[in-house]
């Protein structure tokens, strides 16, 4: 490297180096695909040009409100077209976009308001009133509030604030972006579910977002003008950053309000959806989703699978209808999936039935954006590959989240020894794809022997009287801790307690099969996450 850094003018300069960030793939959109359906929702259908000019209307707009560079712009919207507009147009304006989840409670979204900072607000119609309470709770600054109306589902602006079509109409469809000069400067604020306490906010920046579309390319396998559905929450890891991702390949964002089982095969049928990222218990609702909500289709669709590892009973189910089925991992610190189970066909084509979904069903290895993902101990060495010995999913690559805002001390324990510690327990196979355990918090240790709530709840929900199953630890006098299964039939169905126990007995050691079977409802967060800790909590009362 001598004679390279002894050189006079080798230095970046505006000629060689300008800053990644995704905004640059919609204003290539604007023109390579100027003409090509970009959005749709229902009647609204904009083309890449409409697209760009009205998430320019949305950026001059909001400097005109007075929003600056490094101000936070929240949004509460499912998933429609005010939500994926701002994915371009807050940070064409050098704000952060703070997409909040839109089932939380008013104390949890004002302290949000507060901890963020936040300068405007959009708002949907349907979730105003959490708005509004919020704000009467903040103990800072109060954000302005935009009304985000959505006619075609017959929620319209209440009056009492100015609404987002009247905020674009002061834009200027010229505004010139506001792109980042440093790559490291914050594109969004994504708060965690804070099951546990309050929620952190994980701070992403342009780079990150970058590398993450391209990676995700390469890893679904995705060519030019995809037609894509937004299924996961767009406040969730910003959707995957899936929306970033579209205008690169000129695809087309299927916008949807209410994920059901007939709007997915509705979207399949009619727009030709190829590609959607979704929680295990998407596909879950698909597989038992009634004929009169089912539609034929004579292409297959790409299916991005998180948050939990699905069941290998679902996965095989899933394939028979034409979905191809590939597990991914990842956390809102590492704006969403990072590794992918990679199928290799030299080993695996011939696989069928229970193997093949094993296979499926785990985590992986690391996609291309990312630099180094592996299973480590509490001394931050490489546990064995040998598919037994459990150790903590280890994270390093540019699409990790610069910190916890404000919260320095959290930062520090979770980047140290120069890896995100992802606390998810898992094993490594000898090919050196991670298969998940489960959350440290999850697993249950019964007699001093570690039992795997996915082990059982997997197994569980291989029975055919099954829909969904949830396994946590319930305290025991003698042995510490048992495991006990909640769990949803499906409907019609009709199991008992003893029939489903002696079924997991002839599957698992006696150790690890459920003490007790609880039959109920689920309770599910908005991304389709089953809520374990308010399970913990139920047995721990009883």
Not at 35 to 53: F, M, P
Not at 87 to 105: E, K, M, Q, S
Not at 298 to 321: M, R
Not at 432 to 459: C, H, L, M, P, W
Request: charged fraction near 20%.
């Amino acid at each position: 490297m001598g004679w390279m850094a002894d050189e006079t003018g080798l230095d970046k300069n505006a000629a060689n180096y300008v800053a990644l960030t995704p905004l640059s793939h919609l204003r290539r959109a604007s023109n390579v695909f100027a003409d090509q359906t970009a959005v749709v929702y229902g009647s609204h259908r904009v083309t890449y040009r409409e697209y760009y000019q009205r998430c320019s209307k949305l950026a001059s707009a909001l400097s005109n409100l007075g929003v600056q560079s490094g101000d936070v712009v929240a949004t509460l919207i499912p998933n429609l077209p005010p939500q994926a507009e701002a994915h371009f147009g807050v940070p064409a304006c050098g704000a952060v976009l703070n997409t909040i989840n839109t089932r939380l409670d008013v104390d949890t979204v004002s302290y949000i308001f507060d901890h963020g900072g936040a300068k405007v607000v959009v708002v949907d119609t349907q979730f105003l009133g959490v708005v509004e309470a919020a704000l009467d709770t903040m103990s800072g600054p109060k954000p302005i509030i935009i009304e985000a109306e959505d006619a075609q589902a017959g929620f319209l602006a209440s009056g009492r604030h100015k609404t987002y079509e009247a905020l674009l109409s002061e834009g200027d469809p010229t505004f010139e972006w506001s792109m980042p000069q440093d790559e490291w400067e914050s594109i969004s604020l994504n708060y965690t579910s804070g099951t546990t306490g309050r929620p952190k906010g994980v701070v992403c920046h342009h780079r990150g977002a970058y590398l993450m579309t391209m990676g995700t390319v390469v890893s679904w396998r995705m060519q030019l003008n995809p037609v894509f559905m937004a299924i996961v929450p767009l406040f969730h890891c910003n959707g995957w950053n899936h929306t970033w991702l579209m205008p690169m390949l000129g695809g087309k964002l299927v916008c949807c309000r209410d994920v059901t089982a007939s709007a997915i095969f509705d979207a399949i049928a009619d727009e030709k959806v190829q590609y959607f990222g979704g929680a295990p218990i998407v596909l879950n609702m698909l597989v038992n989703a009634p004929l009169d909500q089912r539609r034929s289709f004579d292409h297959t669709v790409e299916v991005f699978t998180a948050g939990a590892p699905p069941a290998p009973a679902t996965l095989s189910k899933i394939e028979k209808l034409g979905f191809n089925v590939t597990q991914v991992y990842g956390l809102t610190e590492t704006y969403g999936h990072v590794t992918e189970c990679y199928w290799d066909g030299s080993r695996w084509d011939d696989k069928q039935g229970d193997d093949r979904a094993a296979i499926k069903a785990r985590q992986g290895v690391a996609m291309p954006m990312m630099e180094h993902i592996t299973v480590m101990d509490s001394d931050m060495n490489q546990v064995p590959m040998d598919a037994t010995t459990q150790g903590e999913i280890m994270i390093r690559g540019n699409s990790v989240m610069k910190g916890y805002l404000k919260n320095p001390e959290a930062t520090k324990e979770a980047f140290e020894g120069g890896y995100f510690h992802s606390g998810d327990i898992a094993v490594q196979h000898p090919d050196t794809y991670i298969q998940i355990a489960d959350r440290a918090k999850d697993i249950i240790i019964s007699g001093g022997e570690n039992i795997s709530s996915v082990e059982v709840e997997g197994t569980i929900m291989g029975h055919p009287a099954v829909s969904l199953c949830a396994v946590v630890a319930k305290p025991d006098e003698k042995w510490g801790e048992v495991p006990c299964a909640f769990v949803e039939l499906l409907e019609g169905a009709d199991v008992s307690e003893a029939d489903l126990i002696a079924f997991t007995r002839t599957k698992l050691a006696g150790f690890k099969t459920p003490k007790q079977i609880i039959f109920q409802e689920l309770p599910k967060t908005s991304t389709g996450k089953i809520q374990k800790f308010e399970l913990r909590q139920q047995v721990k009362n009883d």
